[in-house]
Each structure stands twice: as C-alpha cells, then as structure tokens.
C-alpha cells in the first residue's frame, strides 16, 4: 500500500514538472523571437505561455509585442492585465529587461 502511494506521488510529481517544463519552453521561445524583432512568433509563444501561467511581466511582454505589431486595442488589454496582477510593473521589471534584449 505504502509503495502504491510513493508510486501516484511520484506520478502527479512528474506531471506537474513537465507541465511547468512546457510552459518554460514557451517562455523561452517567446523572448527568443522577441529578442530578434519577431513580434509575430513571440506573440503566438507568449499566448501560449500565460493560457497556462499568468505571469505579469510576460502579460507586459506580450502587451509592447502587440504593440509593435500595431495591435493596440489587444496591447491595451494585456498591459492591463498585466497591472491588475502587479500594479509595479514596468519594462524596467518585466522580462523585457531582463531577458529579452542582449546589452
């Protein structure tokens, strides 16, 4: 009985780490394209990744991609999303700084 219950542990712990890998992949993506001015691409991988994770600097990410893809009502919409779940966000503190551009 013991071994059966180490084995769903175990079970739902992989489920649940390979569920945050794909989301990572995603991520990951998302600032590569954007990174390189692909704003298309980064948009599709950015969707993809907060649909799973709603992660406010990558919401502000996808907003300023929106944007330079001349979507403003929809850069408008994740800009906003993105305050509602951290009223300090900023390009400053979103991965816009941090990861998406080389220095």
Known sequence: MKALYVFFALL???AVCSQTYADSKDLQKGLKYYGKKDYKNAEK?????ISQTPDPAAYYLLGYADYKLKKFDEANRYFAEA???DPDISARTSYI???G???
């Open 12 to 14: 739902t712990a992989l």
């Open 83 to 85: 305050y509602l779940i």
């Open 45 to 49: 991988y950015l969707k993809s990744y």
């Open 101 to 103: 551009r080389k220095k």
């Open 97 to 99: 700084t941090k990861k």
